[in-house]
């Protein structure tokens, strides 16, 4: 895979929240790999209340981490 | 997207966990940007009750993030 | 909705640990703002074990971010 | 409610897992305060195992708090 | 039951995870103590997928108590 | 086991996700040893949404740890 994340460092807290949403989705792409299966997926997830909030959930931890990273952007 | 995010600082502890709704949902729009699906899930969803303990428990990690970035308002 | 949260700060540990329990009901209401709907999936709710194992995990999210307010009561 | 958590410090780890344990417990005990109604929970509560990981889970949130409470025993 | 938990501190990150590990059963055992029922448990539990997740899950949480012990082992 | 956890730091972001991902693995694989089953187990899982958010999951706690482990590589 190529260089995807070189570093945590954003300018805004927005792009912090960005950046955790590539992070949730990239723990998903190196568990399945297969761009086409993921995009199978998505009609019924995205329909999908519990899958939604789940999702944001793992977005939630990530931007602690980006947050952390950036000193909350004090 | 707009900008939605200019900082995580809020000037009180409730307006911080306001803040921690609004990253909770952000997530769930980001992955499902329409406000017509989400509208549709929005019944189901209200009136289950481990729905909105989930709902509730990712607002509690941005609320840990939010917190963290105040100082936790001392 | 009123002022409900004028600061993370507690007394004793105890004191501490109720305000994580109203954090995570808030997160419920903010969600779910009819208090008669919240009132009428109380009794699932309170009868299943998972929903209430699921609770106890928002409550010790709440928890930790309440603590370190605290700094742990030391 | 009587007085139940005076402290988070003990003097050792386990100690601080088994406070883990009730703070846990705790948790769910002021979401369904009959103890009869979580009694009758047990018996399937007990012989699922995802449900016993998932009541594991909060008592590892919770041996977070408490470790850090006690800057971890060093 | 016996001192099972001396210290968090442990010479390798490895064996941090692996006390992780023991954290995880530990909070399974304290809530289900029987050895027997916990062991039938464990045919259907290991054959599935989520099941495996949730379980690293925990262990996941314990880590990151164990590795801040340890400082990380730096 | 083999020694397969010399050290939590890495030398970019990146390797520090990737590090997270083996060890959000390794929390199955410690929890199932046989490679034969976790293969089976496979398939079905990874054509799942929930289960992949799930692993997703695991890996994003992972790097919380995997973060802080390396100063955020700041």
Same mark, same amino acid.
């Given at each position: ?34 761009? =086409? ?8 997830? =995205? ?28």
């Amino acid at each position: 895979m190529t260089d995807w994340l070189p570093s945590l460092k954003t300018e805004t807290p927005q792009q912090g929240f960005e950046l955790a949403i590539m992070l949730a989705r990239k723990g998903v792409a190196y568990t399945q790999p297969s761009a =086409e299966i993921r995009k199978d997926l998505r009609p019924k997830y =995205e329909a999908d209340a519990d899958s939604l909030t789940l999702a944001s959930q793992v977005i939630a931890i990530h931007f602690q981490t980006v947050a952390l990273a950036n000193n909350h952007w004090k």
